[in-house]
């Protein structure tokens, strides 16, 4: 389980997080979403350990997570898909991926994992991931590094950006296999409807805080009638505006 | 050929993966200045130089996928080596010449290689050129490695030419020039590594004198420690013809690069291209890696394995 409790963070004088709560059961696919600037991101390099709150904690199975580091945090099981993947001169695609598995990976698995993801094998394995790769590209290449893990707990910082309709509806389904398995815990940042449809819980981010969450079966019809992921909020997780 | 020794041996495996007793091509070996092993074969044909110490490499026209060795070795401390070789590569002959130059101290003396190789490629032919630097022994005796290349291509030959210099070595200055003829191309890939108080200084000069002529030139490097690398290229378009050149480096510690690259086009129909970056590895590259499990120091060295691989 991950429980997030009162985590605040200011950097140059803005405060973005403003006391976050948060819990998010083994097994459970959670979605972050909200406006722009809200603090969703900040919230998912917190728990990868990129950022640092100035209070509260992160505690995931009992373990509170803020005096690790970024590599102690991932050999406990936290896996991070940047929003912005980092490119690197001189790795290949499965330089990349054997060091996120920790391993050296077989043909065929590097096959399977790279169609996961809406790439081929013949065309990838080889490529430099330097900036000869599209963005659509080096995402997908992101998330395969993230879900080669296999870690307990995995975050995908806007894993839709970039990407095709079709590699779209293949991480769907893996992002859904993985929830049906209940074989780990993920946390994903969206604005796209139909990762929000998958989720068991929808978390609405506002302002530094949580707006509100609930099941996403009762959250999206709410959310997506009021354009709650586009349209300013107050704390109480109410529109403001004409709306309102 | 002479009992090769261990020190020589261990070199021998380092710069060029060659066992003398397995590999049954042509060869020559040489060691403190002296060769100490030859062999030539019927398309290969190394004999040594009657104007200066050094060999005339004949490479038969039509000559296909051979392989020949020309490492040399310092064992020794206080040895000064210089050594003129010339490769004479035939029409339409496609081979493979596998260099390279060790140093091995053991006590605080200098030692030193200077290596002049020159290459005259005929129409049509093609080289892959590997050689490799290396510095091993007393971490304080200063080892010199300064290599000289030369190279003269004729219509539609292709030379391929891969240097690496990953440590050991105190101090080198490589010159190398070229001139190409019509449809010729050649590629120059160069991956250096200097720490402590290494210097390496780099110079390419390319002449594209032959219509539709390219030069690719590529140089990665890595300056740690206090260690210091200047790089300084010249393209020269002299008609329709397309270079590019690109100079990659990371500093780390209190690393210095100097970078001048220079292009001359005295062609309308010549293009050419630069591209350099120069700067410490990027802060989100190790985050990134970080996040994959490994440690900052385990971080840094894989972006730099996979820069300089």
Known sequence: MLEIKGVSFTKEDTEILKGVDLTVPDGKLFVLTGPNGGGKTTIAKMIAGIEKPDTGSIILDGEDLVPLDPTERAKKGVSFAFQHPVRFKGFTVRDLLDIAAGRTLSDEELTALLLEVGLSFEQYAGRAVDSHLSGGEIKRIEIASVLVRDSKLMVFDEPEAGIDLWSFNSLIRVFEGIRDRRSATLIIISHQERLLSIADELVLINGGKVAFHGPAERMLPFIMKNDCINCPVDEKGDLIGPDR | MDRIDSK??????????????????????????????????????????????????????????????????????????????????????????????????????????????????????????????????????????????????????????????????????????????????????????????????????????????????????????????????????????????????????????????????????????????????????????????????????????????
Do not use: W
């Not at chain 2, 200077?114 to 022994?137: D, I, N, P, Q």
């Not at chain 2, 050649?186 to 030069?215: H, K, M, P, W």
């Not at chain 2, 010249?234 to 001048?260: M, P, Q, W, Y």
């Open chain 2, 8 to 309: 020589t041996a261990g070199l021998l495996r380092t710069v060029a993966d060659f066992d003398p007793e397995k590999f049954m091509g042509a060869f020559n070996i040489r060691s403190n200045c002296m060769s100490i092993g030859r062999r030539s074969t019927e398309n290969i044909k190394i004999e040594t130089k009657t104007d200066a110490p050094g060999l005339d490499i004949n490479i038969a026209p039509g000559t296909k996928g051979e392989e020949v060795f020309i490492p040399a070795c310092v064992t020794k401390a206080g040895v000064d080596d210089l050594v003129y070789n010339d490769f004479f590569v035939g029409e339409g002959a496609d081979v493979t010449v596998i260099a390279g130059c060790g140093i091995h101290t053991e006590t605080g003396e200098p030692a030193r290689h200077s290596g002049v190789h020159r290459f005259f490629l005929e129409k049509g032919a093609r080289v892959l050129y590997v050689e490799k630097h290396v510095g091993t022994g007393n971490e304080a005796a200063k080892k010199v490695i300064d290599p000289q290349t030369e190279c003269y291509l004729h219509e539609d030959a292709y030379l391929e030419m891969d240097t690496s210099q990953l440590g050991g070595v105190s101090s080198s200055v490589r010159h190398t020039s070229a001139r190409l003829a019509a449809r010729a191309v050649l590629v120059i890939r160069e991956r250096l590594l200097t720490d402590g108080n290494d210097r390496a200084e780099t110079y390419f000069t390319v002449t594209l004198d032959g219509e539709d002529s390219g030069v690719n030139l590529m140089s990665r490097s890595v300056a740690r420690g206090d260690s210091y690398q200047a790089y300084q290229s010249e393209i020269i378009g002299n008609c329709r013809c397309s270079g590019h050149s690109e100079c990659d480096a990371i500093l780390s510690e209190n690393g210095r690069v100097d970078a001048s690259p220079k292009l001359s086009a005295n062609s309308q129909d010549a293009a050419l291209i630069h591209e350099a970056a120069i700067g410490k590895i990027a802060g989100e590259q190790i985050m990134k890696l970080r996040t994959l499990g490994l440690t900052e120091e385990e971080a840094e060295a894989a972006i730099i394995d996979g820069f300089l691989k």
